[in-house]
Structure formats: structure tokens, C-alpha cells
């Protein structure tokens, strides 16, 4: 089992930026793609982006390329998701997860957060 616990969520203004954290505890952090993926009400779960486990490889939705950057330090089993120039259309609840393999697809993700609330204000 891993359990993950997201912070960082608020409420930000247009163009703004926050940076959000995922805690890993449980089995070996080190062994999992890490994944962020967010939903917004009415609206289906949506990829984000996504980590490899040893931070080689990374890829972002199109919606987020350019002004989120995701990180992780393996030595603090926490996954990042920084994010710049937000807008109203980032908002949601932003979920971190946990999987064996490298992909943007829900469902290859076994372990997930709570979530942590993102508010974008125009």
C-alpha cells in the first residue's frame, strides 16, 4: 500500500502560481510513475502530467504545458506540481497518484490522494 497526502491547494488570482505537494508513505516511493490529474465539477478526471520514477522522463497536458512544472525528491518521497500563470479554467480538486508504469491513463494508477482544492479567481 502507499498513502498520499496532496497540500498546497488555496484559492490564487488569475496569473498567479502555487505549488502543490504530494507526501508519499508506505512502499517504496521510488518504485512509481507519480502522476497528477485534477476534476472539476461536472467534468470527467483530466491528465495533468506525469513523472517517471526516477525524474527522467516527464510529460504535461497541452492545457498545462509551459506553465506547470512537475518534480519529485525521491530522498522525501513528495511529488511537486508547481503552476504559474494559473487561469479559471485550472480550476478543480488536483489529485497526486501512484502506478507501475509511466502513463497519462487513470486507470493505471493504483493509489490515489485525497485531493486538494485549486480556486482560481478572474
Known amino acids: 500500500q502507499v498513502q498520499l497526502v496532496e497540500s498546497g491547494g488555496g484559492l490564487v488570482q488569475a496569473g498567479g502560481s502555487l505549488n502543490l505537494s504530494c507526501a508519499a508513505s508506505?512502499?517504496?516511493?521510488?518504485?512509481?510513475?507519480m502522476a497528477w490529474f485534477r476534476q472539476a465539477p461536472g467534468k470527467e478526471r483530466e491528465f495533468v502530467a506525469v513523472?517517471?520514477?526516477?525524474?527522467?522522463?516527464?510529460s504535461y497536458a497541452d492545457s498545462v504545458k509551459g506553465r506547470f512544472t512537475i518534480s519529485r525528491d525521491n530522498a522525501k518521497n513528495t511529488v511537486y506540481l508547481q503552476m504559474n500563470s494559473l487561469k479559471p479554467e485550472d480550476t478543480a480538486v488536483y489529485y497526486c497518484?501512484?502506478?507501475?508504469?509511466?502513463?497519462?491513463?487513470?486507470?493505471?494508477?493504483?493509489?490515489w490522494g485525497q485531493g486538494t482544492q485549486v480556486t482560481v479567481s478572474s
Open positions: 513523472i517517471k520514477w526516477n525524474g527522467g522522463s516527464r
Open positions: 497518484a501512484a502506478g507501475p508504469i509511466y502513463s497519462s491513463r487513470w486507470p493505471s494508477y493504483d493509489y
Open positions: 508506505g512502499r517504496t516511493f521510488s518504485n512509481y510513475a
